[in-house]
């Protein structure tokens, strides 16, 4: 599978942004999503994931309750919905998939990945 990730910018402070990462191929709904955020100098940590049906997700704690992950399977498609943003959000984040995977919070467990897309938060 091929992902592409968008949806990055520049926001202030206490705003939002939508991130989208469209998959190619048809099987969609077989990955498991997950969604990383590297920002400089540190490595590339979890953020958040959702099941294969999108019934399940799990955050990072230090995004619960301002981050929303959703999958519309039939648009190829997984969003990571930011809100309340603050400058420590500030990074690369890059969606990722994997087949075979129930729950991971890992970087090196997945198997495909996107570009990134950056995410500036000014104070």
């Known amino acids: 599978v091929q992902l592409q990730a968008s949806g990055g910018g520049l926001v202030q402070a206490g705003g939002s942004l939508r991130l989208s990462c469209a998959a190619s191929?048809?099987?969609?709904?077989?990955?498991?999503m997950g969604w990383f955020r590297q920002a400089p100098g540190k490595e590339r940590e979890f953020v958040g994931l959702?099941?294969?049906?999108?019934?399940?997700?799990q955050y990072a704690d230090s995004v619960k309750g301002r981050f929303t992950i959703s999958r519309d399977n039939a648009k190829n498609t997984v969003y990571l919905q930011m809100n309340s943003l603050k400058p420590e959000d500030t990074a690369v984040y890059y969606c990722a998939a994997d087949t075979n995977l129930i729950s991971s919070s890992r970087p090196d467990e997945y198997d495909y990945w996107g570009q990134g897309t950056l995410v500036t938060v000014s104070s």
């Open positions: 191929g048809r099987t969609f709904s077989r990955y498991i």
């Open positions: 959702i099941s294969r049906t999108g019934g399940g997700t």
